[in-house]
């Protein structure tokens, strides 16, 4: 069965703490996304990347950074953690080689930041 | 930039009743569309996804959407809505590399007896 793993269901962290969030998928998948999901806001776009090395901002990435050294891991960073970023955040990834595939997502890491 | 719409935050129907769920995009290529819902405590799940062809296409438990290009819509509708549909669904838009997927605020449903 394909899977999406987030390191992490619950975390809580100080602010000013560097917090990585860490995703591996084993499908293979090009492409991943890191977004997260607020009441009434819905799921918003932090970062994607198409490829290894390779990264684009979303809509929200302002406090965030992304690394992808390797296809199946995409790790989310937040520099120095706010409380503004207490939110549920989702990994997601996705098949580059057909159009219009869904989305596989983990089961998400909600970060509470004190 | 592309976006997603959905108008309402919360909507409440009797099981046994219609839905009908509404879903505005903008997007400025040819859209790819997808109506994702998510249970209590679940991870998402896609329901149906549209990308050319029959602009009415049919999805998992019984839910069907509609695309209108006139109208920039993608609603999505069940005929008999059931206890176990109450959920939260997300309409989003893509493009043909899937490497930009934007999804809408969300449109949580409550079931009455």
């Avoid at chain 1, 619950?10 to 009441?39: A, I, S």
């Avoid at chain 2, 108008?7 to 009743?17: F, N």
């Avoid at chain 2, 209590?40 to 209108?68: C, H, M, N, R, W």
Wanted: with cysteine; aromatic share 12%.
């Amino acid at each position: 069965d394909v899977k999406v793993t987030q390191s992490s269901r619950y975390l809580v962290k100080r602010t000013g703490e560097k917090v990585f969030l860490e995703c591996v998928q084993d499908m293979d998948h090009e492409n991943m996304f890191w977004y997260r999901q607020d009441p009434g806001l819905g799921l918003r776009l932090i970062y994607f990347s198409y490829d290894v090395k390779m990264k684009e901002k979303g809509d929200i990435p302002e406090g965030y950074s992304v690394s992808r050294e390797k296809k199946e891991r995409f790790s989310l960073i937040l520099e120095s953690a706010s409380t503004n970023q207490t939110s549920m955040y989702l990994c997601a990834s996705s098949d580059q080689g057909r159009a219009n595939e869904k989305l596989f997502f983990g089961s998400g890491t909600q970060l509470s930041v004190l | 930039a592309q976006s997603v719409t959905q108008p309402d935050i919360h909507i409440t129907v009797s099981e046994g009743a219609s839905l009908e769920l509404r879903c505005n995009y903008s997007y400025g290529a040819t859209p790819y569309l997808f109506w994702y819902v998510q249970s209590p405590g679940q991870g998402l799940q896609l329901l149906l996804k549209y990308f050319s062809g029959d602009t009415l296409v049919q999805g998992i438990k019984g839910f069907e959407a509609e695309f209108k290009r006139s109208q920039s819509s993608f609603n999505l509708r069940k005929p008999s809505v059931h206890w176990s549909d109450a959920a939260e669904y997300f309409c989003a838009v893509g493009g043909y590399n899937n490497n930009d997927m934007r999804f809408g605020a969300g449109t949580r449903l409550t079931v009455k007896p």
